[in-house]
């Protein structure tokens, strides 16, 4: 009885709230609208995929949501803080504290090693670089992938690039982990890994995990999913 409770009162509030939000493009003459008046609440330690065919406005949600861009109109609440009030260095900030990004294309840097990939976000959050290191470590180590500390992204699989961009993703011990289509460029065997291991950091560390995709499989094992 008393768990249910405790369970109910912390996810009593968003951690992620789109009030209203539309996102407009302008192409010549013509205004293309992205997302129009959408709203989104995402819990503390839910599991979600936001599912939609291909044009529906998945990804945009996606940059929205992840504060990577800034709405056309509307309101975003990252823990309660308005993101649309703030200043880019600001947001960076937070978005750099709150929140881990995974991405189909991996986006890792190729000059640089894997453990020095994993470095990057820390780099703005003040981490010392002896921390810095040792904490890439660790979580190329839980990844499974202590063995590929000093090589080039050219040299790993796409599995265990994919596995790099997830412990990056972890670097500032984030709330909120969003993935856009992280299983997108993997083979099924793969890309079951891949879900595996984000569904380990949503149970096992109570993670905020919200996936963008247009994968039935993958969205059925989300505890939710927004249709747009």
Known sequence: EM???????????????????????HMGDETVKALDEINIDVYEGEFVAIVGPSGSGKSTAMNL????????????YLDNINIEKLEESD??????KKIGFIF??????????????VMVPMIFQGYEPEERK????????????DH???????????????????????ANDPEVILADEPTGNLDTKTGEQILALLQELHKKEGKTL?????????????ERIIEL
């Open 3 to 25: 768990m249910v409770k405790t369970k109910k009162r912390k996810r009593k509030t968003p951690i992620i709230r789109l009030r209203n939000v539309a996102k407009h493009y």
């Open 65 to 76: 949501v992840g504060a990577l861009d800034f709405s056309t109109k509307g309101d975003i």
């Open 91 to 96: 947001l960076a900030q937070i978005r750099g």
């Open 104 to 117: 189909q294309t991996f986006n890792l840097i190729p000059s640089l090693t894997t453990v020095e990939n």
């Open 134 to 145: 040792k904490r890439a470590e660790i979580l190329l180590r839980k990844v499974g992938l």
């Open 148 to 170: 590929r500390l000093d090589h080039k992204p050219s040299e790993l699989s796409g599995g265990e690039r994919q596995r790099v961009a997830i412990a990056r993703s972890l």
């Open 210 to 222: 919200i996936i963008v995709t247009h994968d039935d499989y993958i969205a059925k094992k989300a």
